[in-house]
């Protein structure tokens, strides 16, 4: 196997790789600690952005796929922890539906109705926090894939943001982790319509990316040609949370 080189042409085996994951963790742990910066903060974030590209070479290819578990695996749904950043939950605005617009031929307003039509696709995975603990929950919803099928992105298109009802929370992703096999617009959970707590009604899910990506209370998504930032990932946090 090849190993992976960065843009400056230094090569990273998989130890490199490994060291990586451990110094980069630090800078993510302390911006959610609420850190405000520091002598150390330049070096941290120099290993958030080696996180970035280790992510975007590395782990996020199609073929990296979670495994799917079986369902005695789930944890208590009590003890699956839930954030938002309004108390306790947002409430969902009426009427709801998903605009999916930006560098695309054909605009689209999705009812939960529409977006339920679709293909659907249910999994059951860990979910990785970027503090440290994992959960297992099964997550049903359409491949965002289909979505953008639906609206036909433009060939500039090259990222994707999502924006929500949660006083304004919003993320950026690149589109070839959009349209990866397991990243989907989740509304089932556990086998149940998803609650409050966990995004209701419309959410973004994938096993292959850390929690702070994957963003609930979903309002619209706009494919666009310049990189969106994000809540945390303008705090510091690394861009591609990779799993």
């Known amino acids: 196997m090849t190993e992976p080189q960065d843009p400056q042409g230094l090569h990273w085996s998989r130890r490199d790789l490994l060291r990586l994951g451990l110094l980069a963790g630090p800078a993510a742990l302390l911006a959610s600690c609420g850190w405000n910066g520091g002598p150390l903060e330049p070096r941290l ?3 958030s952005k080696v996180n970035d590209w280790v992510g975007e070479k590395v782990l996020l290819s199609s073929s990296h796929l979670a495994p799917d578990l079986p369902h005695s695996e789930r944890t208590p749904e009590g003890s699956f922890p839930s954030y938002s950043l309004v108390k306790p939950w947002p409430q969902i605005p009426e009427p709801w539906a998903l605009a999916v ?3 695309v031929r054909r605009p689209a307003r999705l009812t939960v109705e529409a977006i339920q039509a679709l293909p659907r696709i249910t999994y059951t995975v860990r979910h990785h ?4 603990w994992t959960a297992v929950a099964t997550w049903t ?4 894939s289909s979505v ?3 609206v036909e992105p433009l060939p500039e298109a090259r990222y994707l943001r999502f924006d929500t009802f949660d006083r304004g929370y ?3 992703w690149d589109l070839e982790s959009g349209m990866h096999p397991q990243t989907i617009l989740a509304y ?3 086998d149940r319509p998803l609650e409050p707590r966990h995004g209701a009604p419309l959410r973004l899910y994938s096993p292959v990316k850390l929690g702070y990506k994957l963003t609930k209370y979903l309002t619209g998504i706009t494919l666009t040609r310049e990189r969106p ?3 945390w990932e303008d705090k510091g946090y690394p861009w591609f949370g990779g799993v």
């Open 101 to 103: 617009g930006g560098l």
């Open 170 to 172: 919003m993320n950026g």
């Open 229 to 231: 930032g994000g809540y």
């Open 141 to 144: 919803g359409v491949p965002v």
């Open 188 to 190: 089932g959970f556990n």
């Open 129 to 132: 926090c970027v503090e440290g």
């Open 148 to 150: 953008l099928a639906l």
């Open 45 to 47: 974030r120099a290993f």
